[in-house]
């Protein structure tokens, strides 16, 4: 099945994973998965959500950067 992901520009620094789940489950999206690569100064985290245009518009007005791409997702 096609997903959507959204894929976010973390700085690798302490709190700001949980800033992005604080953010998406105030605003009431749920995460169906994530996956996080790290690098010294920065991380990518990839995400599927039930919904990513609410995810991105989120994401964007609290400043990350983020980008959402089509994924083929099989169960």
Known sequence: ???KQISV???NKAGRLAE???LLGDAGVNLRALSLADTIDFGVLRLIV???EK????LS?????ASQTEV????
């Open 20 to 22: 992005v789940t604080r």
């Open 61 to 65: 007005e609290n400043g990350f950067t």
């Open 50 to 52: 039930d919904n990513p």
């Open 9 to 11: 520009f973390l700085e």
């Open 55 to 58: 995810a991105l518009h989120v």
């Open 1 to 3: 099945m096609r997903l």
């Open 72 to 75: 083929l997702g099989v169960e």
